[in-house]
């Protein structure tokens, strides 16, 4: 009974072992207090670094968080600055390239005055001369049309405030709604409509509002051309000879003018030989692309579309198509037939058929785009 009253009230022999033990007890606790503060720090150290950099994960992932994002955004992040040289460097070259235009065509048009009307006047019965003559000038007169027509007349912006048209996506670059069609060209640095395609030639996008004058100028550019190195052919070959008989001993009796003339029909006949095969391919090319009522932009779009659809068994229809022969008459603007002489063989102004934000699409019409 005293043993245990002693034990509760920490008195007596059994008092003094209880209060060592209680000293023993607190320097125990404090050696471990002692040894764990260090290694508190550390983790509180170590926890609040990892926190700090797990706030800074998130803050950094939040800032450049998209629902879009994929490894294309990625790579297309990465080359942003060889992007930007290209664009930049794309925009400076329009300026030399559009110079360049218009100094080989006007030296086209100096030499086919000085040197190969001449010939033809000098040479050729009468019906042949009117026929060069009209031929010549509707021709020169189409493509510097259509060329300056091309490169002053705006593609077509979308509006950059709110509109009830109805739109497909969001630009990621102008933030602003994109109607069906409208892509954005990163040299004009907007978005166009219905893009086809940004022309260095031209210093200017090819959109909904000048793809006809486009066009045309490609067309009637790839006509001169092969009209030129046609009726220049046997002028280069005897202009060929005289310069290759210039090397024998001794040389032909040559004034410096018929020299000159020479090396002028050799560099007309090499030009417009050279730029009817690239020029004529493009138009090819682009005149395919009208006939399937696509633009360049769609040709890699609805490939890609048509590849998906297929391994899920159904076949993609292009919902812009119309029809071949009706794809050419919207591309003109044609409404009658006679249309075809004013507004496609003679200079014309006429507007675009729609206004390029909304479109008719006769697949989506018949729920036909994919079967
Ligand atoms: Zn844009
Ligand atoms: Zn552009």
């Known amino acids: 009974m005293s043993d245990s009253i002693e034990k509760l009230c920490g008195t007596g022999s059994g008092g003094m072992r209880s209060w060592r033990w209680y000293l023993s007890k607190v320097m125990r606790l404090f050696l471990r207090w002692f040894r764990l503060c260090p290694r508190r720090g550390r983790r509180k150290r170590s926890s609040r670094i990892r926190d700090l950099w797990n706030y800074g994960t998130v803050l950094l992932k939040s800032l450049y968080y998209n629902v879009q994002t994929n490894s294309d955004t990625v790579l297309d992040c990465v080359f942003e600055p060889i992007y930007w040289l290209v664009d930049n460097m794309t925009r400076w070259f329009g300026v030399v390239f559009v ?35 009209c031929y010549g000038h509707w021709n020169l007169l189409m493509l510097v049309f259509h060329y300056y027509k091309a490169t002053t007349t705006c593609p077509g912006f979308p509006p950059q405030e709110k509109s009830d048209i109805p739109t497909v996506t969001i630009c990621k670059k102008c933030i602003v709604p994109k109607p069906a069609r409208t892509h954005h060209c990163s040299i004009c640095n907007r978005c166009i409509l219905k893009m086809d395609h940004h022309c260095p030639w031209l210093n200017n996008c090819v959109g909904h509002f000048n793809h006809r004058y486009f066009f045309s100028f490609c067309l009637y550019m790839t006509m001169g051309c092969v009209y030129c190195s046609i009726s220049a052919k046997d002028m280069f070959l005897d202009a060929y000879d005289a310069i290759e008989s210039s090397y024998q001993t001794p040389p032909p009796a040559f004034t410096h003018q018929e020299r000159m003339v020479h090396k002028s029909l050799v560099y007309l006949w090499v030009l417009t030989s050279s730029v009817a095969v690239a020029l004529g391919s493009l138009t090819l090319w682009h005149a ?60 014309s102004c006429h507007l675009p058929h729609g206004d390029g934000l909304t479109w008719d699409c006769p697949a989506y019409r018949n729920n036909t785009v994919a079967i």
Do not use: A, M, Q
């Not at 000085?114 to 001369?129: D, E, G, K, N, Q």
């Not at 292009?318 to 009658?336: Q, T």
């Open 288 to 347: 395919v692309l009208i006939t399937r009522g696509e633009t360049s932009v769609e040709r890699h779009i609805n490939r890609r579309e048509r590849k998906r659809l297929k391994l899920r068994g159904k076949i993609f229809r292009n919902p812009y198509h119309h029809g071949k022969i009706n794809n050419w008459r919207r591309f003109f603007g044609v409404e009658k037939r006679s249309d075809w002489l004013t507004r496609v063989l003679l200079p």
């Open 99 to 133: 110079s360049l235009v218009i100094v080989l065509t006007s030296s086209i048009v100096i030499i086919v005055y000085l040197c190969v009307l001449p010939i033809i006047f000098s040479t050729y019965p009468v019906h042949w001369i009117l026929w060069h003559l």
